[in-house]
C-alpha cells in the first residue's frame, strides 16, 4: 500500500463514557438481583490477565438503544451502564463509524462528540433512570453535579492491516485524540507530547492513551483497554468528588468555629462535640473509601495490561488527585486534634468547676450547720 494513501476504517466504534458518583456504596450482588440475570461482572480476557485483579469486580448491564442527534443528523447508539462497589456508574454509548469512513471524517466525529450537549443530556436522563432500577442496593444515595468523561476510538479493521507502525506514520493521531479539524498541522512538539503514551503488544495492535480520550487499535476485537481506562476513570472521579467534600468539610469547620464562639454555657457543654464527632465520622468514612478505591484494581507482576493500566493512571493525573485527598484527610486529622484538644479543655474545666462548686456547697452547709 502506497504511503500517500488515505487511510480507511472499514470497522469502528466510538466507545463514549460518562461516570457519576451516585452513592457512598453500591452492593453489586443486589444489584445483579435487581436488575436481571443478564448483568455481567467485568473479566479480562486478554493473555496474562489474570495477573490484573479485580477482587469486587464491576457490574455491566444493558441499558438498549437510544437516539442520539449529531450534527449529520440522528445515529442509533447501544448504550450500557457499569456500577462499582465505591458509589460511581458509568454510562457507556457505543457509537457507530459509518464503514469506509476516512481520517477526516472520524476526526470531524470525534471533535463533536468530546462535547456534545446531547450526548450529555442523554447520559443524565440515563443515570437517573439506572439510579431509580439500583435503589435498593445503594447506600447513601446522591448525585453528584459534576462527573467524568473519556472518549475511546476503538477500530478494528483498517483497509489493507496497517501496522502500528505504519498507522503512527500515516495518521495524526494526535490530531484525532485532540479533536483537532483544522487542517494546520500541529507542532512536532504538541503531536508528541499527545501520543507520548503508546503501546502495542504485538506488530498489528495500538493504543494511544490522552488524558481525556484514546485511540485504541485492537484486530482481536478485545475491549481490555478500554475496561481499564473505564476502571481508571471512575476512580479518578472517586478521588475528585472527595477532595470537593474535604474542601466543603474543612471551610464548614472554619466557618462553625468561627460561630460557636465560648460562653458561658460553654462551661457547661463543649460548642466543638459535635463537631468533633461530625469530623471523626468524615475520617473513618475517608479511610474506608480510599480502601475500597485503590483496592478496586490490583496490579501483579509487570505485563502489557499493567503498563497500560499504570500508564493511563499518570496520563489522567489520578496521583496529583489522591496525594490532594491524602493533603487534605492530614489536615482534617489535625483539625479533629485540635477540635478534641477543645473539648478535652472544655471537659476538664467542667470537672473543675463541678468540684470547686462541691467544695463551695460543703463550706456553707458547714457554716449553716454551725449557725443552727
Known sequence: MAASAPLVFEKAHVLCYRTFDIAEEINLEQARRVISSDARRLKLG?????????????????LGRRALALRQGPVTVDVTARLFDHGAASIILRVPVAPDTTLEPLISLADELYDSVALEELAVELI???????????QGPHLWDQNES??????????????????MARA???????????????????????????????????????????????????SDIPDLLEVANAQLLEFRYYDYLLDAHI???????????????????????????????????????????????????????????????????IPAWQASVTRKQQLLAQTYSLLKGEVDT?????????????IVLEILFAVLRVFE
Open 46 to 62: 486478554r493473555e496474562n490477565s489474570q495477573y490484573l485483579q479485580l477482587p469486587n469486580p464491576p457490574l455491566a448491564f444493558e
Open 128 to 138: 437517573e433512570s439506572v439510579r431509580r432500577m439500583i435503589s435498593p442496593a445503594v
Open 150 to 167: 473519556y472518549t475511546v476510538l476503538f477500530v478494528e479493521r483498517i483497509q489493507g492491516n496497517p501496522s502500528a507502525e505504519e498507522l
Open 172 to 222: 495524526d493521531l494526535a490530531r484525532v485524540l485532540l479533536g483537532e479539524v483544522n487542517d494546520k498541522p500541529l507542532s512536532s512538539r504538541e503531536r508528541e507530547a499527545v501520543t507520548q503514551s503508546r503501546f502495542s503488544y504485538t506488530v498489528e495492535d495500538l493504543a494511544v492513551i490522552d488524558w481525556n480520550s484514546a485511540f485504541v487499535y485492537e484486530p482481536s476485537g478485545s
Open 251 to 317: 471551610g464548614r469547620i472554619h466557618d462553625e468555629v468561627q460561630a460557636r464562639r465560648h460562653g458561658f454555657l460553654g462551661l457547661l457543654r463543649s460548642p466543638y462535640r459535635a463537631l468533633a464527632r461530625e469530623t471523626l465520622a468524615t475520617l473513618v468514612d475517608l479511610n474506608e473509601f480510599i480502601e475500597r478505591v485503590e483496592n478496586s484494581l490490583k496490579i501483579i507482576g509487570d505485563f502489557y495490561l499493567a503498563k497500560v493500566y499504570e500508564a493511563s493512571v499518570k496520563r489522567m493525573r
Open 346 to 358: 472544655d471537659r476538664s474545666l467542667t470537672l473543675e468547676l463541678t468540684i470547686v462548686l462541691l
